[in-house]
């Protein structure tokens, strides 16, 4: 069975860091594509950052560009978001997810996790 877990979130004060970190478990990822997305209130879900299975390739939503950082571990299985600079519009549920293909679209990913909030308070 195919999971993706999201750690790491939580509640931090404007112009702090937080780092989220996303496991994956049940086949082998360092062949895929991770994305995180993230979906704040009343809002639909949006691209925030990906990465491709070599860890070199990364794209990024203009608006955390600059202040997020997303990145690979050694093992492939793992992928980070760095969030710098944060401000209270970032919060949000963060999600993670794995395709095969690499992509900045929703549809371009097959695998999801469950999602980790964010609050960033002013």
């Known amino acids: 069975q195919v999971q993706l877990g999201e750690s790491g979130g939580g509640l931090v004060q404007a112009g702090g860091s937080l780092r989220v970190s996303c496991a994956a478990s049940?086949?082998?990822?360092?062949?895929?594509?991770m994305g995180w997305f993230r979906q704040a209130p009343g809002k639909e879900r949006e691209f925030v950052a990906a990465?491709?299975?070599?860890?070199?390739?990364?794209d990024y939503a203009d608006f955390v560009k600059g202040r997020f950082t997303i990145a690979r571990g050694n093992a492939k299985n793992t992928v980070y978001l760095q969030m710098n600079s944060l401000k209270p519009e970032d919060t949000a549920v963060y999600y993670c997810?794995?395709?095969?293909?690499?992509?900045?679209?929703?549809?371009?990913?097959?695998?999801w996790g469950q999602g980790t909030q964010v609050t960033v308070s002013s």
């Open positions: 997810a794995a395709s095969p293909r690499y992509g900045t679209k929703e549809s371009d990913y097959d695998y």
């Open positions: 990465v491709d299975w070599s860890g070199y390739a990364t």
């Open positions: 049940g086949r082998t990822f360092s062949r895929y594509a």
